[in-house]
């Protein structure tokens, strides 16, 4: 595995080894945790050749306290992408991303960036769609795998590859858990332990969303993605009555507008801060005929 600091070094080791194949892509912000980890394997089962990015962007953050805080463990994070197989590892300053005068960007508009995530980070998605799109440029993948944790991120970056016509195909790879449920990510880090343990609840509210779906009664109406929607946030109230809210939606796993009747499959999203830790989570759930 070698690892590569500037664009041009990352172009001219990708000249060689593509003639020998499909190259699979794993873009990631580092401090990588076995959700990353699973991507990496997947890419490496699918593709000759296996690039990952580790960019802490400072464009999708829209709270500078959150950019200062996140992790960055660059060392562990070499010695785990080899073990998972990565063959090239891009690990740029922000300076060769962002050059001097750098002042393009590239934007989804729509539903898709304006709720769930969109209504509370704003400019988020515009940091992330540019970052991506000019990471696409630099490596130009034929696969690119992606986290189903982040959904709604997953969904952008379908959009704009159809938009842009991109030859990429994008790979959404399930949510990696820990033992209790909780979905991993590298913000599990900044619990404390009272934290960690209140946060067990995020994945119980999950489950408990397909429950009251599965039990749905023309008396309960819980086949109805706004009474999902409250049962959880008072379910949420009882457990972790500190726990901030951001949003607790039921909605069309596609599109991100909230759904009324529950049909066939919705998305139960959620954003909560638990322990001034802000964690998102989300679970497809499906109406049994």
Excluded at 10 to 33: D, Y
Excluded at 162 to 186: K, N, Q, W, Y
Excluded at 232 to 247: G, M, Q, R, W
């Amino acid at each position: 595995m070698e690892k590569l600091t500037t664009i041009n070094a990352l172009r001219f080791k990708l000249r060689e080894t593509r003639p020998q194949g499909s190259i699979g892509f794993v873009p990631t912000m580092g401090a990588l945790h076995e959700g990353h980890l699973s991507l990496i394997r997947q890419a490496k089962q699918e593709c000759p050749t296996v690039v990952v990015s580790i960019f802490v962007n400072p464009t999708q953050f829209n709270d500078p306290t959150d950019l200062e805080k996140y992790p960055r463990t660059l060392e562990r994070d070499l010695e785990l992408c080899e073990e998972a197989g990565a063959d090239f590892v891009f690990a740029p300053e922000v300076s060769e991303i962002y050059p001097y005068g750098f002042s393009t960007k590239i934007i989804v508009e729509g539903n898709l960036t304006r709720l769930l995530e969109g209504a509370f980070r704003p400019g988020h998605f515009d940091g992330v769609t540019t970052v991506v799109a000019k990471l696409f440029h630099i490596v130009q993948p034929d696969r690119a795998y992606f986290g189903e944790k982040d959904w709604q991120q997953l969904q952008v970056i379908r959009k704009m590859t159809s938009d842009l016509t991109l030859p990429i195909e994008i790979i959404g790879v399930p949510t990696i858990r820990e033992a209790d449920g909780l979905a991993m990510s590298s913000r599990n880090v900044r619990l404390s332990p009272e934290a960690r343990e209140k946060a067990k609840v995020l994945p119980f509210l999950l489950k408990t969303a397909q429950d009251l779906l599965d039990s749905a009664t023309p008396e309960t109406q819980t086949d109805k993605g706004p009474v999902i929607a409250q049962w959880l946030t008072t379910l949420l109230e009882s457990n972790a009555p500190d726990a901030k809210v951001d949003y607790i939606a039921v909605v069309d796993p596609e599109t991100l507008i909230s759904i009324d009747e529950i049909t066939d499959t919705a998305l139960v999203a959620l954003a909560v801060h638990i322990g001034g830790v802000r964690l998102i989570d989300n679970r497809l759930i499906r109406r049994t005929p």
